[in-house]
């Protein structure tokens, strides 16, 4: 998200701006399932049960989100590097130089977030990430796709050996043993204690998603060099909305309902094939709109304009709304699932677009921004 602030304004940033805005939003669409469970993250890594209207209707909001908006924002983090290591070139400067720098601090973000609010923090997978495409970006294109096929090759490899697991029982993802309080009733002490001991299991899909990210890194700087955001560029948006929308729904929409043995493929494979659908769709949307933008366009720019608050401060508050050392949400609403969980999925987005877009008015960055801004900048002083 850092990656990405310090862009020129024109019209295509604005787009880039309303689908980093997207996928923030997007990534609590995910991210509340796992905050309204009263198990927490270990009853939302349970197969989710389909028979009955409301459960089939909870696998489809569910198969909206999963993984989709993670994809799409790790796109835009290959785009802000991309756009990072022009600037660079612009200046004359040395590359990586500080950038190297600035992923430093994205892990120490990450770091943070993790320890004291939320244990599938992302911030820290893409700082190592960006300290190894920051070293490819600047390569020749054979180069760089080499790099992409290699990274999306390996990470195909992994996610069919686990797949394999789950289809001959020989693995499982969450579920056994007695239902935990921790979330429902613990302290934030308990809870903030057991990330740290669990530190291996929280942690491990943040680093077998890094060949994922990697490729991704890559992909979304060669489209912003193919011109995605460009005027002209309307035929390779087309052309990425029939591969995402044409190939990657259909199949996701047979995993989503398939049984827990394909939850990794439906997670991590055909996700972000949709994610590219979205970099196509998004960017049409907004060149297409004539006139003043609207409150949802406002919206939406401004959170992507404070994508790291946001990000941060969102998970926040949803910890607090719906874990037990809060107001124990989860559990008093554990009868209303899954109409409660979008009620307040859309009350935390309606929040941070109001309070995003009233902050930039009367200050030019977020406040993890400004702050962030202020230690990138401290050293070179």
Same mark, same amino acid.
């Given at each position: 998200?850092?990656?990405?602030?310090?862009?020129?304004? *024109?019209?295509?940033?604005?787009?880039?701006?309303?689908?980093?805005?997207?996928?923030?939003?997007?990534?609590?669409?995910?991210?509340?399932?796992?905050?309204?469970?009263?198990?927490?993250?270990?009853? *939302?890594?349970?197969?989710?049960?389909?028979? %009955?209207?409301?459960?089939?209707?909870?696998?489809?909001?569910?198969?909206?989100?999963?993984?989709?908006?993670?994809?799409?924002? %790790?796109?835009?983090?290959?785009?802000?590097?991309?756009?990072?290591?022009?600037?660079?070139?612009?200046?004359?400067?040395?590359?990586?130089?500080?950038? +190297?720098?600035?992923?430093? !601090? $994205?892990?120490?973000?990450?770091?943070?977030?993790?320890?004291?609010?939320?244990?599938?923090?992302?911030?820290?997978?893409?700082?190592?990430?960006?300290? @190894?495409?920051?070293?490819?970006?600047?390569?020749?294109?054979?180069?760089?796709? /080499?790099?992409?096929?290699?990274?999306?090759?390996?990470?195909?490899?992994?996610?069919?050996?686990?797949?394999?697991?789950?289809?001959?029982?020989?693995?499982?993802?969450?579920?056994?043993?007695? #239902?935990?309080?921790?979330?429902?009733?613990?302290?934030?002490?308990?809870?903030?204690?057991?990330?740290?001991?669990?530190?291996?299991?929280?942690?491990?899909?943040?680093?077998?998603?890094?060949?994922?990210?990697?490729?991704?890194?890559?992909?979304?700087?060669?489209?912003?060099?193919?011109?995605?955001?460009? #005027?002209? /560029?309307?035929?390779?948006?087309?052309?990425?909305? $029939?591969?995402?929308?044409?190939?990657?729904?259909?199949?996701?929409?047979?995993?989503?309902?398939?049984?827990?043995?394909?939850?990794?493929?439906?997670?991590?494979? +055909?996700?972000?094939?949709?994610?590219?659908?979205?970099?196509?769709?998004?960017?049409?949307?907004?060149?297409?709109?004539?006139?003043?933008?609207?409150? !949802?366009?406002?919206?939406?720019? *401004?959170?992507?304009?404070?994508? +790291?608050?946001?990000?941060?401060?969102?998970? +926040?508050?949803?910890?607090?709304?719906?874990?037990?050392?809060? =107001?124990?949400?989860?559990?008093? =609403?554990?009868?209303?699932? #899954?109409?409660?969980?979008?009620?307040?999925?859309?009350?935390?987005?309606?929040? =941070?677009?109001? @309070?995003?877009?009233?902050?930039?008015?009367?200050?030019?960055?977020?406040?993890?921004?400004?702050?962030?801004?202020?230690?990138?900048?401290?050293?070179?002083?």
């Amino acid at each position: 998200m850092t990656d990405l602030q310090q862009a020129p304004t *024109s019209r295509r940033i604005t787009a880039i701006d309303v689908i980093r805005g997207v996928a923030i939003l997007g990534t609590l669409g995910t991210n509340v399932w796992i905050f309204t469970d009263p198990e927490g993250p270990a009853g *939302s890594l349970t197969a989710v049960a389909t028979g %009955t209207i409301t459960a089939n209707i909870e696998a489809a909001i569910r198969f909206l989100a999963n993984g989709k908006f993670l994809a799409l924002l %790790t796109l835009l983090f290959g785009i802000g590097l991309e756009l990072q290591y022009r600037s660079a070139l612009r200046r004359r400067g040395r590359w990586p130089g500080w950038y +190297l720098w600035r992923a430093a !601090l $994205l892990f120490i973000e990450g770091l943070l977030h993790y320890v004291l609010i939320f244990e599938f923090d992302v911030l820290m997978s893409y700082a190592v990430t960006s300290m @190894l495409v920051a070293y490819l970006i600047g390569r020749s294109e054979r180069a760089i796709r /080499g790099w992409t096929i290699a990274m999306a090759s390996l990470h195909v490899a992994f996610i069919g050996v686990c797949t394999f697991g789950l289809l001959s029982g020989h693995a499982s993802i969450g579920g056994g043993g007695e #239902p935990s309080q921790l979330y429902a009733s613990g302290s934030y002490l308990d809870q903030l204690s057991s990330r740290i001991a669990d530190w291996g299991t929280y942690r491990s899909e943040s680093i077998f998603i890094i060949p994922m990210s990697t490729a991704l890194f890559l992909i979304g700087a060669r489209l912003y060099r193919a011109g995605v955001f460009a #005027p002209e /560029g309307q035929r390779l948006r087309n052309r990425l909305m $029939l591969f995402g929308f044409g190939v990657g729904v259909p199949l996701n929409l047979v995993t989503v309902y398939a049984g827990h043995g394909w939850f990794m493929v439906d997670r991590y494979i +055909l996700p972000p094939i949709i994610a590219l659908g979205m970099l196509g769709l998004i960017p049409s949307v907004v060149g297409a709109m004539r006139g003043a933008p609207g409150p !949802l366009h406002r919206g939406l720019t *401004s959170v992507g304009r404070t994508a +790291l608050s946001c990000y941060v401060f969102q998970n +926040l508050v949803a910890t607090i709304l719906c874990y037990g050392w809060g =107001f124990g949400l989860a559990t008093r =609403f554990d009868w209303a699932r #899954p109409w409660w969980v979008l009620v307040i999925w859309a009350a935390i987005c309606a929040t =941070f677009m109001a @309070l995003s877009t009233w902050w930039l008015r009367h200050f030019e960055r977020g406040p993890l921004e400004a702050a962030w801004n202020w230690a990138y900048r401290l050293p070179q002083r």
